[in-house]
């Protein structure tokens, strides 16, 4: 894989943690009554969200599944391109600078997000994660 490849596949692992760990600040926070008028007022995706919350063991499964296998897999990529671009030491810069961006834009900053609004969250996000 080229750098630019490596770079995109990183990003995207980066967008899906973001995704999960929202998802999860976002089910794990959510009023369901609020999101039981809304799906007995007719929104399809409230609906949605609120069967998948009242599944929660299962949804918070799937959920952190999905975000470790993303997150090993920025910091597989990420190790192998560091490596490759400065040789043994990359291991190391690696394991600092994807912790470090992992941290705040895969976790704390989508949690921050999600936990100002988890009803929105969880209405947006049901559709993606209700395999």
Do not use: Q, W
């Not at 039981?36 to 929104?43: P, Q």
């Amino acid at each position: 894989m080229n750098h630019i490849g490596s770079i995109f596949a990183m990003a995207v692992c980066l967008a899906m943690s973001a995704y999960f760990s929202a998802t999860e600040t976002a089910f794990s926070s959510l009023n369901k009554t609020r999101l039981k008028v809304l799906a007995d007022n007719g929104n399809k995706r409230a609906a949605l969200a609120l069967k998948l919350a009242e599944n929660y063991d299962r949804l918070i499964s799937t959920i952190l599944i999905g975000n470790n296998i993303v997150n090993i897999t920025i910091a597989s990529v990420g190790t192998l391109l560091f490596v490759e671009l400065y040789g043994d030491v990359g291991a190391t810069i690696s394991t600092v600078v994807v912790t470090l961006v992992v941290l705040l834009f895969g976790e704390i900053t989508p949690k921050s997000i999600a936990k100002d609004a988890p009803e929105h969250f969880a209405i947006f996000s049901a559709p993606f994660i209700r395999l």
